[in-house]
């Protein structure tokens, strides 16, 4: 299916250290992976995404790893900032769907505290 | 900011009524793809609009449709309006939707009330 979950709903984080949001994905052939961040009355925006042929990979401020044997994906946000407050959530894209369109969980609340 | 705009920002309706949503996409892009996205959610794929044709549709009955224009601009319809279509519809942008992997580029989205 297109199931794609989180597995804590709410995290929160001490401003300066760092945060790991996890996530669960069903599909083990999707082949590409989204992480977005959406802030109250927003719409997602784009963080970094990567590919299955990928274990890791490094943005600025963060890094998604990639385990294809369980399935599962997470975001490390370095020396988090309230700015980083939000709801973040895993998509994926399966190579079935032939387009590009993105299969989300439910999301996961990260609060930052100054 | 994306470049992906939506309108209006905010809509209430009756249950029974119809309702046009727009998006203009990025500069560039040539596809949208359109998600509902009900409170404490994440976003459900609704359909996909590449080079004004449909291409690829969830699990949203026929009531929803949409159009795509010359400019990659586009609309969602939504008819017979229930109160399960309350939710925030966000539209996303991107180069080529059937390549599979290019990234999406969301707007704010419009968030619609059936009474």
């Known amino acids: 299916g297109e199931s794609v979950g989180l597995h804590l709903p709410t995290l929160s984080v001490q401003e300066g250290d760092n945060s790991i949001i996890n996530c669960a994905y069903s599909?083990?052939?999707?082949?590409?992976f989204i992480w977005y961040k959406q802030e109250s009355g927003k719409g997602p925006q784009f963080i970094i995404d990567i590919r299955s042929n990928m274990d890791k990979r490094q943005g600025q401020r963060v890094t998604v790893l990639l385990n294809k044997t369980v399935k599962h994906l997470s975001l490390q946000i370095a020396a988090t900032q309230p700015g980083d407050s939000a709801v973040y959530f895993c998509?994926?894209?399966?190579?079935?769907?032939?387009?590009?369109?993105?299969?989300f969980g439910k999301g996961n609340q990260v609060v930052v505290i100054p | 900011e994306t470049g992906v705009t939506q309108s209006p920002t905010h809509l209430i309706k009756t249950r029974g009524q119809q309702v046009t949503l727009r998006c203009s996409s990025q500069?560039?892009?040539?596809?949208v793809s359109w998600y509902q996205q009900a409170l404490g959610q994440g976003p459900q794929f609704i359909f996909q609009?590449?080079?004004?044709?449909?291409?690829g549709r969830g699990n949203f009955p026929p009531r929803f449709s949409g159009l795509q224009f010359p400019n990659y601009s586009s609309e969602l319809n939504v008819n017979a309006l229930e109160l399960d279509d309350s939710a925030l519809y966000l539209c996303?942008?991107?180069?080529?939707?059937?390549?599979?992997?290019?990234?999406?580029?969301f707007g704010p989205g419009t968030r619609l009330t059936v009474l």
């Open positions: 998509a994926e894209i399966h190579p079935s769907y032939g387009n590009n369109r993105l299969a």
């Open positions: 500069s560039g892009h040539n596809t």
């Open positions: 599909n083990s052939a999707s082949d590409y």
């Open positions: 996303a942008s991107s180069v080529a939707g059937g390549r599979g992997t290019d990234t999406q580029y």
């Open positions: 609009y590449y080079r004004e044709e449909e291409n």
